[in-house]
């Protein structure tokens, strides 16, 4: 039965991920529909009803941000990244380093991190639309680690693996400020998730958006049509890169801390577990996992780390043998059956 | 400054001929069916569990215990190849990268429950600690055996490969699986008994290893690099390839944290994207 050989393309493997499941009638629009309204209402009444779980939230917000950056180069260009880590961890030094020497002003901060972000980001990206799908993962691998090293190393600086300490925020707008009750940070990074979010989605919706969803279902045939995959891939991994760098920045001005597991493998593991758990390709995949993945860790790491690690590896395993469109997926077939009867 | 050029050296080399033997399975895998295992690791750390076992509460000595590590991480390794891996040969390469670092996380939980997050400790038999003096040289004994084991193995797989009929098998599998398939060859069990052996030769260099790059349950991850390297520089689905690859990140990882301590194991990083930007298809081409 199994005994046919691999196909040289593995493509029909892949159903259920992002728009092969909704076939495009005309043009994307950036028309809001009721889903996604409803969806942000979610954040917004979350303020309010759950004043306690406010610093929860904002790591919720944070990691919902960056599993948006991993969508990007993963879900719609399909370049497996195993150290998108690097990119935020150089967003929240740069933000940390900022403010604790002075310059704490917040938002200048968001925009030193992303442009630093974004420029490691397009340095590497010629080394990563040189290779395969394994020479990828190294080559990201390998700069994640290289970078974790020289934090590491460079203690003077970075605090080493004691974390980077004293950093001090000045207001936003000179208006308001961290307070320890939270809700600076929520909103801050709410507002600061919305934007991003609402520029991500014109993004992938523009023509650009749509010729990076070409060199996902066919890379070998886009040159065909007159466009540059290399571009294109440099270009979608440096807006990665900077997104990543916002959010890493995020964590480090709300939190007033950065710790050198910023850097580390295990949160560019994890990120890619709250993208698949979520639904690659959607954009709010990354936002539903980051929020699902958060809660339970909340929950079921209190109980005992080791077993959660365990639970995480397993909750991998059944995702790619059962669920392979993660929760996005799911709702979407269920849309489909419960609006659209006639099959 | 010779002297100690050529320990660095002779270290360097029983390093890397210890990568090369955890890797070799993961450069079969590679090769013959476009695998992507990062959780290869977790098979030479059973191979390690294993043997430490075998030693620790069942009083077996030290050269059985390596077959006994051969033996359990091959025989899991058939295992797992028939009930897990196989469904996904054909998926995606994200996939196969999510599936098996799932199964990385899964085995560093469970080895942790099992046997606590310490290193555990190797008693090796008394003819193998020590130094020998060769050509005025001081060399570790337990070195020397590392690398007469890894020519031993080499050779045997070697052998293997180039001379029997199982390996003509893998060699056509390899080089087309199509018409290899179309000829009457059973591709699904010869990938079946070459990624068991492969898990078997990882688990004896687990087994060998505890001594030389020590044995607790971070070992998959803190390790996982430094496979997927020998196996991505070297060029999947040969013998020739990792094998060289191996022992040029063993000699420049060991002399690289003798010399320039400071940077550490930045230099191995450095080696490899600048290796994999040289040759992105690895030293001795990918046939596949």
Redesign the interface.
């Known amino acids: 039965m ?6 040289p393309q ?1 493509s ?3 159903a259920g991920e992002g728009s092969e499941f909704m076939p495009m009638k005309g043009l994307p629009t950036l028309k809001w529909n009721r889903f996604e309204i409803a969806f942000w209402l979610i954040p917004i009444a979350a303020f309010f009803l759950f004043p306690r779980y406010l610093t929860l939230g904002s790591q919720i917000l944070i990691a919902g941000l960056f599993a948006l950056s991993l969508d990007l180069i ?1 879900g719609y260009a ?1 370049i ?1 990244s ?1 150290g998108h880590a690097a990119f935020f961890g150089l967003g929240a030094y740069t933000a940390g380093l900022l403010a604790k020497h002075g310059f704490g002003e917040p938002l200048s901060g968001l925009f030193a991190a992303a442009a630093v972000a974004a420029v490691a980001g397009w340095i590497t990206s010629f ?1 990563i639309v ?2 395969q ?3 990828r ?3 990201t ?3 994640g ?2 970078l974790f ?2 934090a590491n ?1 460079a203690s003077s600086i970075t605090g080493g693996v004691d974390g980077l300490s004293g950093v001090e925020m000045k207001k936003i707008f000179g208006v308001f400020g961290f307070g320890l009750d939270g809700k600076t940070a929520y909103l801050y990074s709410l507002a600061v998730l919305f934007i991003v979010f609402n520029a991500t989605r014109a993004l992938v919706r523009s023509p650009f958006g749509l010729s990076l969803r070409g060199i996902r279902e066919g890379e070998r045939r886009m040159p065909a049509i007159g466009a540059s995959v290399r571009h294109k891939l440099v270009a979608v991994y440096t807006i990665g890169a900077g997104i990543a760098g916002i959010a890493g920045a995020l964590l480090a001005q709300t939190t007033q801390f950065v710790g050198i597991d910023v850097f580390g ?1 295990q949160r560019s ?1 994890e990120l ?2 709250m993208l ?1 758990l979520g639904g690659t390709g959607y954009l709010y995949g990354g936002l539903i996992g980051a929020a699902v993945f958060m809660i339970l860790q909340d929950y079921l790491a209190n109980l005992n780390p ?2 959660w ?2 639970w ?6 059944l ?3 059962f669920a ?1 469109g993660g929760l996005m997926g799911g709702f979407i077939a269920l849309q489909h059956r419960l609006w659209r009867p006639s099959r | 400054m010779v002297t100690s050029f050529i320990g660095v050296l002779f270290d360097g080399l029983a390093y890397g001929s210890l990568l090369f033997l955890i890797s070799i399975g993961l450069s079969v895998t ?1 090769g013959l ?2 695998f ?1 295992n990062l959780a290869h690791g977790a098979f030479a750390m059973l191979g390690g569990y294993a043997a430490v076992v075998a030693m620790s509460r069942l009083g077996i000595p030290f050269l059985p215990a390596l077959a006994i590590a051969f033996a359990v991480s091959g025989a899991v390794g058939a295992l797992l190849e028939r009930v ?1 891996y ?10 196969q ?3 098996t ?10 080895a ?2 099992a046997f606590g997050p310490a290193q555990q400790p190797v008693r090796l038999p008394p003819f193998l600690t020590g130094q020998v003096h060769v050509l005025g040289l001081d060399l570790g004994t337990y070195r020397l055996f590392l690398i007469a084991m890894v020519v031993l193995a080499t050779l045997a797989l070697t052998f293997l490969v180039e001379r029997t009929r199982f390996g003509a098998q893998v060699r056509a599998a390899v080089d087309n ?2 018409a290899s ?1 179309g000829l009457g060859i ?3 069990r010869v990938f079946s008994v070459t990624f068991a052996l492969g898990s078997a030769l990882a688990g004896l260099g687990g087994a060998l290893g505890i001594d030389v790059l020590g044995l607790d349950p971070t070992f998959p ?1 803190k390790y996982m ?1 430094y496979f ?2 020998v196996v ?1 520089v070297g060029g ?1 689905g040969t013998i020739r390839g990792p094998l060289i690859a191996a022992l040029i990140l063993g000699v420049f990882d060991v002399a690289g944290k003798y010399y320039v301590p ?5 230099i191995i ?2 080696v ?2 600048l290796m ?2 040289l040759f ?1 298809a690895g030293l001795v081409g990918r046939r596949i």
């Open positions: 199994k005994r046919h050989p691999p196909s593995p029909p493997a892949r993963l399909r497996i195993l080394l040189r290779g799908d394994l020479t993962l190294m080559v691998l390998g700069i680690l290289m090293e020289t190393q493998f593991a890619m577990i698949v080791v077993y690690q365990f995480l590896g397993l909750l991998l395993v995702i790619v043998l392979r | 590679m069916m476009n992507i897990l196989r469904r996904l040969y054909r998926a995606a390469h994200l996939d990268v999510l599936f670092i799932g199964l990385t996380f899964m085995s560093i939980a469970a942790t429950y699986q199509q398939v059973n591709v699904e991850l690099v997927l390297l991505a999947a400071q940077i550490g194991s930045f990083y450095a490899m994207v994999l930007l992105p």
